[in-house]
């Protein structure tokens, strides 16, 4: 007996492999909240209004008891019907349609060998809410015998009969869904609402086999109730414990309240959106289309994702769920949609990155406006545009072009460096070479206008022998002002550093000469108002490529109303050595105090010496007060230069000589105009021989008392720093500093 127990132990397990249920209760749970969802191994779900447990079931019909006495290892647990009546049937499977499926028994009516029961019969349904399904077939295995259902009061609900076929005795295999019409297995289908049956067998003798004995005792014969869609071929019907049979559930017997405990409201044959269940006047409820799980729970119903399907929408396409639907889009929407939130995102950063350039421009942009107006940028504009200045030969430089012509202001590229400013050597984009003169003050209130007077004034002179101003820049924090490049250094550089590659001819120094003094006479006259250099020196003086004088540094000139015939200045400006000692005295700058200074240029020329020089015995000497004072004692030769002595005639340097004399008288009014001096000069220079000196001039003998004064040291630190022997070894004297 213990083996037959093992046995049917061990089909039992066989045929619950072979039945394997998927895994279909992972979610949602069918179970009521915080009741046990399925028993013990996660086959099973057991769903509302069947439970485990106290208040997990509806009444006392649905209740489960989960049996876990099995002592055959693998334990698995068996959900039971719970109910005294259903005598403990064995729920194989439990589904929200309306019906479940149970372990029907197997009546056997004769035990074939195995010493189990006879006649054991299905449960009486009777009272319960559940009936035999129409689903279910009556099967009967037998040699020759007619098995009939009957009802309590006796009559048959269903019969059918087996002929004894080929099969042997034992007939335990005899069973299968697609041969059994009536060879050793008949079937027969059974009428709705059954609840309780009994079947019995009764022998048929077969007039062909009258003979045969096993049919009377020795075969086996079996009956039961399966469903339809049992499909297992075969099985031993010996050692099975039952077959799977189907039980409806009647709900029309229960209340909605009961069914769904009292707080539930559901409306029955309507979906409920929110519920997600669908249920009809017999009480069957559903879940809405799209939606899964237990329509007999609040909130069972939940929504399917229809995209756990990988072939749902087909290849090429995207599949997205919805509530109770899904979507699919092409995957070339989706990649759309992708690249749409790269390339916008992209936007933004570079939005972000634009605009901040934006803001850091504009900032530039503010500054730089800032400074255009703080240096008489709009000033400048103004003039320009009234026409007073010309605007062709003004060019307003940005920033950014000087910055990049002079390297951002390299220290390499320093010509000169002056008591007011730096000159840098630069090179703009077109390839042209120039000098960029940069103030080293911040200029500010009136001196704005003196200094767009300046540029205004220098953009009018077109004179071969005044360096060019080409433009200025007023972008940045101190102007900056852009002349054409002078290649050859100062007049004052020459004649201190003769030497016999380059020797300083006559002709040259006359040539020169002449030149400087047209190109005051040019601004003394020429142009619309008159203009004051009023720091005539040799060092203001610059040679270009072919030894061309040309007067650079208008940092102190002025222009004067053409109706005065003098500045009146607070502060005497100019260099010592060059100062017209009348000016000195009067404070008034006339055109004549320019004459002056060009006269010691001029004696400059003649003598080779500096305006202010040691002699032997290391005194300071004026060499205006020298040379007049050699004239006067006939010593003129004696203190020439060699190079003059040599190259020049007497009668050259005779005239020459007295012009510088007439330069240099006390009395301005005296001195010739700087017309007459460039006449004069023009004349020897075309000339230079039979000319007659022509005594105009009244050459007073001078005496100043400012040699007592001047000193070299204090002339020197006047000088720009004498280490720069560029063409800009100059004073950029770009602001007038007095009024
Ligand atoms: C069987 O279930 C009961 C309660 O349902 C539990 O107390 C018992 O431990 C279980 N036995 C085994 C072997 O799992
Ligand atoms: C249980 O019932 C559900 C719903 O009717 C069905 O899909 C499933 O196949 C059944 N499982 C077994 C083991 O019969
Ligand atoms: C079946 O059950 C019902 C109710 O429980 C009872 O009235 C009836 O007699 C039972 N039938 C049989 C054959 O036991
Ligand atoms: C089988 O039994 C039923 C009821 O007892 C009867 O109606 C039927 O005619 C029988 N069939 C045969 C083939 O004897
Ligand atoms: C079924 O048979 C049993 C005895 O075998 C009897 O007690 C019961 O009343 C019968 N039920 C019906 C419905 O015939
Ligand atoms: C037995 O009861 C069923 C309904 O339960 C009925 O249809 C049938 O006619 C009854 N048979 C007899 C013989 O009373
Ligand atoms: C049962 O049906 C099958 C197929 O329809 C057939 O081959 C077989 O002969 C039938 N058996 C009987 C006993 O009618
Ligand atoms: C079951 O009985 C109900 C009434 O109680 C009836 O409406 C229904 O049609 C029956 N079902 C079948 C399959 O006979
Ligand atoms: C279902 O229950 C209702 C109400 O109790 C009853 O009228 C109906 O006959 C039952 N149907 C079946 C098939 O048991
Ligand atoms: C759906 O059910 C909920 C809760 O049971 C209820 O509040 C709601 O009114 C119902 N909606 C409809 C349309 O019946
Ligand atoms: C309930 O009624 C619907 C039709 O309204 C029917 O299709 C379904 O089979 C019925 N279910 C039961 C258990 O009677």
């Known amino acids: 007996m213990e083996v037959v127990q093992f046995l049917i132990q061990i089909t039992l397990f066989l045929w619950s492999l072979s039945n394997a249920i998927p895994a279909v209760a992972s979610q949602p749970s ?69 019906t479940l499926s149970v372990r029907n028994p197997i009546t056997l009516f004769s035990d074939c060998g195995t010493g189990r029961p006879l006649a054991e019969q299905a449960p009486n349904l009777t009272g319960s809410p559940f009936v035999f399904s129409k689903r279910n077939r009556l099967v009967s295995v037998s040699c020759g015998g007619n098995t009939s259902m009957k009802l309590m009061n006796g009559s048959t609900v269903g019969w059918c009969s087996a002929t004894c076929g080929d099969k042997g005795g034992l007939l335990d295999q005899a069973y299968g869904p697609n041969n059994c019409n009536g060879s050793n297995c008949c079937q027969t289908t059974i009428p709705g609402n059954l609840t309780n049956f009994n079947t019995s067998f009764q022998e048929v003798k077969d007039p062909l086999k009258a003979s045969d004995t096993t049919s009377e005792s020795g075969s086996c014969k079996y009956a039961f109730l399966v469903d339809e869609a049992w499909v297992v071929p075969g099985p031993d019907l010996r050692y099975l414990v039952g077959v799977p049979g189907v039980l409806e559930w009647n709900w029309s017997q229960y209340t909605k309240s009961e069914i769904y405990g009292t707080a539930s409201t559901t409306i029955w044959d309507a979906i409920n959106l929110s519920t997600g269940t669908v249920c009809t006047s017999n009480n069957s409820c559903s879940c809405a289309n799209g939606l899964e799980g237990n329509p007999y729970v609040f909130d069972g119903c939940q929504d399917i994702d229809e995209c756990k399907d990988p072939n749902r929408c087909g290849p090429g396409k995207t599949c997205r769920n919805t509530f109770r639907s899904f979507e699919c889009q092409s995957r070339f929407n989706v990649a759309i949609i992708v690249i749409s939130c790269i390339v916008g995102l992209l936007f933004i950063h570079i939005g972000a990155w634009w605009s901040h350039r934006v803001i850091m421009k504009r900032k530039v942009i503010n500054r730089k406006r800032k400074f255009f107006q703080q240096n008489g940028g709009f000033l400048l504009e103004q003039q320009l545009s009234s026409g007073e200045a010309n605007v062709d030969k003004i060019k307003l430089f940005s920033a950014e072009e000087l910055e990049k012509a002079t390297d951002l202001f390299s220290v390499e590229r320093i010509l000169g460096r002056g008591g007011q400013g730096t000159v840098y050597k630069g090179m703009l984009a077109n390839g042209r070479i120039v000098a960029v003169k940069k103030s080293k003050s911040v200029v500010s209130g009136d001196e704005v206008r003196q200094f767009i007077n300046e540029i205004v004034i220098l953009s009018q002179v077109i004179q071969k022998n005044v360096v060019k101003l080409m433009g200025c820049c007023l972008e940045t924090e101190v102007p900056l002002l852009v002349y054409e490049f002078i290649q050859n250094g100062t007049l004052s550089h020459y004649i201190q550093h003769q030497n016999e590659e380059f020797p300083l001819t006559w002709e040259m120094r006359l040539r020169v000469a002449t030149e400087v003094a047209g190109a005051l006479s040019y601004l003394h006259s020429a142009v619309s108002r008159p203009i004051y250099h009023r720091d005539i020196k040799s060092s203001n003086i610059l040679l270009d490529d072919k030894y061309r004088a040309k007067v650079a540094d208008f940092g102190t000139s002025r222009s004067v109303a053409i109706d005065k015939t003098h500045l009146t200045m607070t502060q005497v400006n100019g260099t010592f050595g060059y100062l017209d000692p009348e000016y000195f005295q009067t404070s008034q700058f006339t055109d004549k105090s320019d004459v002056y200074s060009y006269g010691v240029v001029l004696v400059e020329l003649l003598t080779g010496r500096k305006p202010i020089f040691k002699t032997e015995s290391q005194e300071p000497m004026s060499l205006s007060h020298y040379f007049l004072l050699s004239m006067d004692e006939n010593r003129l030769f004696d203190i020439l230069d060699a190079r003059v002595v040599k190259d020049a005639r007497k009668e050259e340097i005779m005239v020459v000589a007295n012009l510088a004399k007439s330069c240099l ?32 001039f009244d050459v007073d003998h001078v005496q100043t008392r400012m040699n007592e004064v001047w000193d070299v040291d204090s002339a020197s630190t006047h000088e720009p720093s004498t280490s720069f022997s560029s063409p800009f070894d100059v004073e950029p004297l770009l602001f007038i500093r007095t009024e």
Not at 670 to 691: C, D, W, Y
């Open 30 to 98: 069918l179970a009521k909240q915080g009741c046990q969802r399925d028993c013990g191994m996660d086959t099973i779900p057991i769903p509302y209004p069947f439970g485990i447990g106290a208040g997990c079931f509806m009444n006392e019909w649905f209740e489960i008891t989960c049996d876990n006495s099995t002592n055959i290892s693998p334990r698995i647990p068996i959900p039971r019907l719970n109910h005294a009546s259903l005598k403990q049937l064995e729920v194989l499977n439990l589904s929200m349609d309306g």
């Open 665 to 696: 008288n006390l009395n301005g009014k005296k001195r010739p105009t700087m017309k007459e001096v460039e006449a004069e000069l023009q004349g020897i220079h075309l000339s230079l021989k039979n000319f007659d000196v022509q005594q105009n």
